[in-house]
């Protein structure tokens, strides 16, 4: 513990207040936009994706469209689906 403090204090109370202040004062992003990186590799690749549904239901394609609310999966030999967002449990990739 000592040597904790040994690495700011030199002994002047004002750099160990700014030392202190600027320690706590640092949040967290809001957002981190991995998730439109991660939605955007998807689309470009054709990646095939599993969704889980909060309802525990699984539908597979591939995603071609995104935005805020929603997501748009085409499915081969199956209708379109736009798939709200909150209703989304999580998506994996689905090997080919």
């Given at each position: 513990m000592e040597i904790l403090t040994n690495l700011h204090d030199d002994g002047n109370p004002e750099t160990d207040n700014a030392f202190m202040a600027s320690k706590s004062s640092k949040k967290a992003p809001e957002q981190t936009f991995e998730e439109v990186k991660y939605l955007r590799y998807l689309i470009d690749n054709g990646?095939?994706?599993?969704?889980?549904?909060?309802?525990?239901?699984?539908?597979?394609?591939?995603?071609?469209?995104?935005?805020?609310?929603?997501?748009?999966?085409?499915?081969?030999?199956?209708?379109?689906?736009?798939?709200?967002?909150h209703e989304i449990k999580y998506i994996f990739e689905t090997p080919q």
């Open positions: 990646v095939p994706v599993s969704i889980r549904l909060s309802d525990n239901e699984e539908v597979h394609g591939t995603i071609e469209f995104f935005d805020s609310n929603l997501i748009r999966l085409t499915r081969g030999g199956a209708p379109n689906l736009f798939l709200y967002k």
